[in-house]
């Protein structure tokens, strides 16, 4: 079964420090995704990706984010400066249009 | 803004024991509700979407079901693999493809 696939699955970085979390979408999806989950909260929105370009993002999703999909499979996010409080879990997800998202496994991010 | 609460926080069970857990929910326009299961460390995966009240949907041993201020997730005869966290999601009318998530209920299916 057709599944998302995301790198790393955990990361530990330095306050600061930039990161990229890799995706790799459903192959005949078109819409892509990143949520994040802070441990024990909701999940929330960051932003919403179609047609190489971003249709939606929240207001989490500020200056120190940006995605890109960089070829026809992999999907990424870059937090630039990353602080404390952007330690979290982040999902990728991919939806073919029809409403329904698919969810990776997610990467854990943890900020020291 | 688009809201999602669900109740109960958590819910232990039996196994076999039948109930409910509930997503009420305010949304301009709703494009879509969605039940999600997700277990530990691990990310949602898809169970249901209701689009309109009165529509329902089964898979095993859950069904979904939707009016227009809540949905309902019924579980009949549960089995501890049933145990895990089951997040409701509403996508409002002026969404690209932004799902409102709840806190989620935590369901133990004790043997």
């Known amino acids: 079964e057709p599944e998302v696939t995301q790198t790393p699955s955990h990361q530990v970085t330095q306050m600061g420090q930039e990161v990229i979390l890799r995706c790799v979408p459903i192959?005949?999806?078109?819409?892509f995704y990143w949520y994040r989950q802070i441990l024990g909260q909701k999940v929330e929105f960051l932003v919403s990706?179609?047609?190489?370009?971003?249709?939606?993002k929240s207001e989490i999703f500020d200056d120190q984010f940006s995605v890109e999909r960089p070829d026809g499979s992999n999907f990424t996010l870059k937090i630039r400066s990353t602080k404390l409080e952007d330690s979290a879990m982040y999902f990728c997800?991919?939806?073919?249009?029809?409403?329904?998202?698919?969810f990776g496994e997610g990467s854990r991010l943890t900020v020291l | 803004e688009d809201q999602v609460t669900q109740s109960p926080e958590a819910l232990r069970l039996q196994e076999g024991e039948s109930s409910s857990l509930n997503c009420s929910y305010t949304?301009?326009?709703?494009?879509?509700l969605f039940w999600y299961r997700q277990d530990p460390g691990k990310g949602p995966e898809f169970l249901f979407t209701?689009?309109?009240a009165g529509e329902e949907k089964e898979k095993e041993r859950l069904k979904a079901t939707l009016t227009k201020k809540e949905s309902f997730l019924h579980i009949t005869a549960p089995k501890p693999e049933d145990s895990a966290t089951y997040l409701c999601?509403?996508?409002?009318?002026?969404?690209?493809?932004?799902?409102?998530f709840g806190q989620g209920t935590i369901l133990t299916v004790h043997p």
């Open positions: 997800a991919s939806g073919a249009g029809t409403g329904e998202l698919f």
């Open positions: 192959s005949n999806h078109l819409y």
């Open positions: 990706f179609y047609n190489n370009e971003i249709s939606e």
């Open positions: 949304v301009s326009g709703l494009r879509g």
């Open positions: 209701l689009y309109s």
């Open positions: 999601a509403v996508r409002g009318g002026t969404s690209y493809g932004k799902l409102t």
